[in-house]
Structures are given as C-alpha cells and as structure tokens.
C-alpha cells in the first residue's frame, strides 16, 4: 500500500510539469500544487508532479522507467490514483506542520476524505543542486 501511495505521489508530479513545464520553488508548494490536482481529480498532472519531485522514493526498476518512458510512468500512476480515489476519495488537505532543518523540510499533510476519516502523511524533501527533491514518505 505504501509503494502505491508512494508511486501515485510521484506520477501526480509529473503530469503536472509536463502540462506547461512548472517548477516549484519550495516543499510547501510541491505539496500544495500536488494535492490540488489530487483534490481536483487531475491524476496526470498529479502523476507529473510525483515523477519530478518524488521519484527518489520509488524502486529502482520505476526510476528506470521514469528515465526511459516518462509517459508511461505518469499513464501508470495516473491510473493507481484514479483507481484508489474511486475507493476513497480525498475531497480536502491541510499542511498542519512544516519543520526546517538547514537543506532539510519535512512537511506533514492531513488528507480528508469523503468518508469523514483523516490520515496524516510526512513528507522529507531534500534541496540538492537547488532543487527540492521528496526522499521519504510516511
């Protein structure tokens, strides 16, 4: 379950991106544009955004994928998005906590679902060469 979560997290980041190229300058707004395109049932552009930014969390064989078939990595997670949201659907977040620590931003969500349950997830973004990359999902 983790690895889907995960996965969806990266494909919702990719599509994003390669619908008009967007860059996003901070964790917080990583966040924010991709659980707007969740929340919006834009799984593709959630998919790009999850590619971009999120792709150091997947299994080597899907970072593999990303860099020889793009498309189809953000088509893969775009569809586990849509499937899991046809299950339980998301219909708001919140960011309840963002932590700093020097290059270091761990940012904790609260997703809303339709069923009235909440799950909290903390993301763990790294900058290196003046990007912020997700490394952990928990």
């Known amino acids: ?5 995960i996965l969806i997290t990266v494909v919702c980041a990719a599509s994003m991106l ?7 300058d901070s964790p917080n707004e990583i966040i924010n544009n991709f ?13 790009e955004i999850g590619v971009s930014y999120f792709a150091d969390i997947f299994d080597n064989d899907f970072r593999i994928l990303i860099k020889t078939n793009k498309q189809k990595a953000i088509s893969d997670i775009s ?20 932590e700093k620590d020097g290059n270091k931003v761990i940012i904790t969500v ?7 349950r909440e799950r909290e ?3 763990t973004f790294v900058e290196s060469d003046g990007a912020w990359i997700c490394i952990d999902v928990n």
Request: aromatic fraction near 12%; hydrophobic fraction near 25%; charge should be negative.
């Open 18 to 24: 390669s619908c008009g190229g967007a860059k996003f």
């Open 35 to 47: 659980y707007t395109q969740l929340k919006k049932c834009n799984y593709e552009k959630a998919a």
């Open 110 to 116: 609260k997703e809303i679902y339709e069923d009235d």
């Open 121 to 123: 997830e903390d993301y």
């Open 79 to 98: 569809e586990r998005f849509k499937e899991k949201n046809e299950h339980r659907r998301m219909i708001d977040f919140e960011i309840v906590e963002e």
């Open 1 to 5: 379950m983790k690895k889907i979560r």
